[in-house]
């Protein structure tokens, strides 16, 4: 298995307050990518990052940031969290662009 | 941007049948598709991957796939399914490079004994 983390695996929070979720790697890959899983909706991409305090926007990424200060670490961070943010969120990794991603095993974010 | 649809949200089989999930995919120039299982609580794991070359592809736990163009289709196989296939699927697409992957929304596999 990749060797990927994400912390926490399990969050609950409220309207308006500020959440953080971390992806943690040990592979030392360049391409890292934050999805949220929906029923209906398959996986949809946030933010993905290309190499330190390098990132891009992906479909969904209003209400969300993201930042990369080093190799192995992917901050994503809702400002300000909604209802509509209630999701669950997987980070991946992959070692070149057109690579496969290898995905970690997700937190699930309940926003009352 | 390149779109997927699954048009069977769940499938129910038999121990011991066939199984065939269907993927079709959006995109104007040659795509590379995935197909990825989910267990539940789990994340996702690559089933098999088709970049060039032969259109059937052989994945791991006896999955196979196969391209067609012409269809815009890379539907999913297995001869006989175990218990232990029972999971959701998704199929996606991404361009020359993978940093806008889409999925499509998934098809939930329940198997009978």
């Known amino acids: 298995d990749a060797g990927i983390t994400q912390s926490p695996r399990h969050k609950v929070t409220e309207t308006g307050t500020p959440v953080t979720l971390r992806c943690h790697q040990t592979e030392n890959h360049r391409y890292m990518y934050w999805y949220r899983q929906d029923p209906g909706h398959g996986l949809r991409l946030i933010h993905y990052s290309y190499g330190v305090k390098d990132t891009d926007k992906g479909e969904v990424s209003d209400g969300y940031s993201v930042s990369r200060s080093k190799t192995e670490d992917f901050l994503l961070t809702l400002e300000s969290a909604t209802s509509s943010q209630t999701s669950v969120y997987f980070c991946?990794?992959?070692?070149?662009?057109?690579?496969?991603?290898?995905f970690g095993p997700g937190t699930r974010l309940t926003v009352l | 941007a390149q779109s997927v649809t699954q048009p069977d949200i769940h499938i129910t089989v038999s121990e011991g049948a066939s199984l065939e999930l269907r993927c079709n995919y959006s995109?104007?120039?040659?795509?590379?598709l995935f197909w990825y299982v989910q267990s539940p609580g789990q994340g996702l794991q690559l089933l098999l991957k088709y970049f060039s070359g032969d259109t059937l592809v052989q994945g791991i736990k006896g999955f196979e796939a196969e391209f067609k163009r012409s269809q815009s289709s890379f539907n999913l196989r297995k001869p006989s399914v175990h218990w232990s296939d029972a999971a959701e699927y998704f199929c996606?697409?991404?361009?020359?490079?993978?940093?806008?992957?889409?999925f499509g929304a998934g098809t939930r596999l329940t198997v009978k004994p």
């Open positions: 996606a697409v991404g361009a020359w490079n993978n940093n806008d992957m889409r």
């Open positions: 995109y104007g120039a040659t795509p590379y």
């Open positions: 991946a990794i992959a070692g070149t662009s057109d690579n496969e991603q290898f």
